[in-house]
């Protein structure tokens, strides 16, 4: 044999070594996180939560739990939780209907979302074109969608979204928000990259979203009409509204980042809808990428990563006023949605 043959054939010997341990590595990581997934949950669990007030959430405790919709008294959020056969990566309720966003994984992996009755049987559905990221149910029925068509991150550049309304029977209301007229100032302007998410219901026609241009870098609280499909700009710097229970204020993530800095850090904030007036919560330092919800007229909700475990998250709590720090509401928890009747 040659010697340019011996090295041809000891590099295909090392190849199909290298295959090998890679695909004894996938194998074995493959197998793991299966026997991860299929670990006896360590949570309390009752059967008698959601026939009262209560918290529905993405519960992210490692086990046969993980990813499963779950739900505990408002009154005990530290305390048992009742699992339900539904799997999310999103989620909100009113009580009676529930919106789910979630991942098909397989050979070609999919988006959907579902709309699920209180037997948690699923009513209508229809697909996503990307990521999961967004979602909020009205109390007309009204179901607001966002996923990343490109991208997995807000903070990322040149991502892109689609946010679009429908009714819980599954017919669209909106098709995609970027198609909606923008005022900016009163000016109609059609910048070509718009992205549009983080909507949040006010009635059966009005809603609040972000709005943002990266080449005009301009990001806007925005008020939309379905029927006028309208969207008509009202601030600056507002990400991922939420209107509070009583209708007078939004909460939002700010960005708070440095002079300079080339990524966004995202503190909690509260808009005044009478004066338009912003209140940064100081007390939270870490960054916020999240739509935060509100447990009361007073008390803010949001989910962090753990920093030690990945794809561990806990549920936050944080005072309206920013007065006291935050605490944790729900461990491993995220999507948090309240049902207070």
Known sequence: MSPHATRWTGFGLLTAVVLAGTGWYVTTEVVRARADQAAPSQVQVADDVL????????????????????????????????????????????????????????????????????????????????????????????????????????????????????????????????DFTLLVDGERIAPVDRNVWGVTFADETTFYATVQSQSLGRTWLARGDLDERTLVTLLDGVECPSLSPDGTRLAFKHDAREPGAATPHWTPAVLDLDTMETTVLDGEERNVDDQIAWLDDATLLYGLPRADEPGTTDVWALPADGATAPVVAIPQAWSPSVVRG
């Open 51 to 178: 026939d009262g007030p209560h918290l529905l959430f993405r519960g992210t405790e490692p086990g046969e739990l993980y990813g499963r919709v779950s739900a505990v008294a408002l009154d005990d959020l530290a305390g048992p939780r009742e699992v339900t056969p539904a799997v999310c990566d999103r989620v909100d309720t009113d009580g009676e209907t529930t919106v789910c966003l979630h991942t098909k994984r397989g050979i070609v992996t999919s988006y959907a979302a579902e709309v699920l009755d209180d037997a948690w049987q699923t009513t209508a559905s229809w697909p996503l074109p990307g990521i999961p990221s967004r979602t909020r149910l009205s109390p007309e029925g009204l179901v607001a969608t966002t996923s990343f068509v490109t991208g997995h991150s807000y903070a990322a550049t040149g991502f892109s979204t689609e946010t679009t309304v429908h009714r819980a029977d599954g017919s669209d209301v909106s098709g995609n928000l970027e």
